[in-house]
């Protein structure tokens, strides 16, 4: 399993546009093979901060997620919405054994 949050810093106008870009990749994403979740958050410290949390089986099964179609539509309307470059984080599903 890969765990990917990527935060997106939007200008507080085009909040609604990213949204509603990011509904139909949100969709096709979840069809993807591999992918088991994709969701879209809001950050409860600013509003004009969304967060994808996804899930996927393997980064195999992440690779071609940026190369589809339904990305490179949405990047193209981020691209715009965007107050700063997106910050992405691949975490491992390892746990920190905390004693």
């Known amino acids: ?3 990917v949050r990527a935060i997106l810093n939007v200008k507080p106008d085009q ?16 069809k993807e093979p591999g992918c088991v979740e994709y969701e ?3 950050s409860l410290s600013d509003p004009n901060r969304l967060v994808f949390l996804e899930v996927w089986e ?5 690779g071609p997620h940026g190369k ?7 990047g193209k309307v981020a691209a715009g919405c965007l107050a700063a470059p997106p910050r992405i984080e691949y975490i491992t599903p390892a746990k920190v054994d905390v004693k």
């Open 58 to 62: 393997s980064a195999e099964h992440l």
């Open 68 to 74: 589809s179609d339904h990305m490179k539509a949405f």
């Open 1 to 3: 399993m890969l765990y």
């Open 15 to 30: 909040r609604e546009t990213l949204i509603e870009a990011a509904k139909p990749c949100i969709e096709a994403t979840l």
């Open 40 to 42: 879209l958050h809001t």
